[in-house]
């Protein structure tokens, strides 16, 4: 392993929390169905797209964007059945269909040679669309994405999504309930969680709140190998690294980079499985350093 293809970054301390990045929320068509997205700016910048993990929303990236923005016309999707996106009746959440979408809205949208960014399972969703749709990718960057889930990991996942949605009787109840999944270190300023919290809920018909994911995309959640899809990636990739975090390991990368040799590695400090939450300044400065590399 070399120094250029893992990159620890030690001794940087996750720092004062940035402010949340001005946004405005829009909406385009793709599927079929409404999906929503957050445009941060900056236009005329080269574009990034961002795309958040299961059960998660575009708000996930709120506190990296004020960094990126300078740079980059950065812009943040929820994936069908995610956030303000309208759900699947009935409920078709393969990866293939969240690349589809996703290839939807570059097109509308008119993105080339773009940075392609992916957390969780938005990274699995990120590494297919770059695999199946090539051509406006010019970067891609993977944020602690599991490759190769384990059966008893589907199983829990399955498990979940088959219990009914959990009510809370105000808004105020769901945020100070709201807990980041899968469980781990709490690294994550309260500030920042109570933020992705307040994104978290929506109103039903009948007073309460739900978190506003459909249970349906866990429930029929499919096990997939990202590793072939390594070897149609061709551009600069980045996988990103929590410290604290063993989603991504030595074995997973030169697996990786067996298919795909210009892969790199950096682990993030202070962080876990929720990098952009735990350390936004430590993601932004590992992520930029490495554009900087590969422009």
């Not at 690349?99 to 392609?116: M, Q």
């Not at 298919?259 to 962080?271: A, D, I, T, W, Y």
């Amino acid at each position: 392993m070399t120094e250029r293809a893992h990159r620890k970054q030690t001794d940087v301390p996750a720092g004062p929390v940035p402010e949340v990045a001005p946004y405005s929320s829009r909406f385009i068509e793709a599927g079929k169905l409404k999906l929503h997205y957050l445009d941060y700016g900056t236009e005329g910048r080269p574009p990034m797209l961002c795309v958040h993990g299961g059960a998660a929303h575009a708000h996930w990236f709120d506190y990296v964007a004020p960094d990126f923005a300078p740079d980059f016309h950065v812009r943040a999707v929820d994936l069908r059945g995610h956030g303000d996106s309208e759900w699947a009746d009935p409920p078709v959440y393969s990866f293939e269909k969240y690349a589809s979408d996703l290839n939807e809205v570059v097109e509308k949208l008119d993105l080339r040679d773009f940075v392609l960014i992916g957390h969780s399972m938005g990274g699995m969703v990120s590494l297919v669309y770059a695999a199946t749709h090539p051509g406006r990718v010019s970067r891609l960057v993977l944020v602690d994405t599991t490759m190769h889930m384990s059966k008893e990991s589907i199983g829990r996942l399955r498990d979940l999504g088959a219990r009914p949605a959990k009510d809370y009787a105000t808004h105020d109840e769901l945020i100070s309930r709201y807990r980041l999944q899968p469980e781990g270190p709490n690294l994550a300023a309260s500030e920042v969680i109570r933020h992705v919290a307040a994104h978290s809920g929506r109103q039903t018909a009948e007073g309460t709140w739900r978190h506003k994911f459909d249970r349906s995309l866990y429930a029929i959640f499919e096990r997939r190998d990202g590793r072939p899809y390594w070897n149609h990636i061709k551009v600069p990739a980045l996988l990103v690294k929590g410290e604290h975090s063993s989603r991504v390991n030595a074995e997973i990368l030169a697996q990786v980079k067996a298919r795909s040799p210009q892969v790199e590695l950096v682990e993030v400090p202070n962080s876990d499985h929720h990098i952009t939450l735990d350390n936004p300044g430590g993601f932004v400065d590992a992520v930029r350093a490495w554009l900087s590399r590969t422009s």
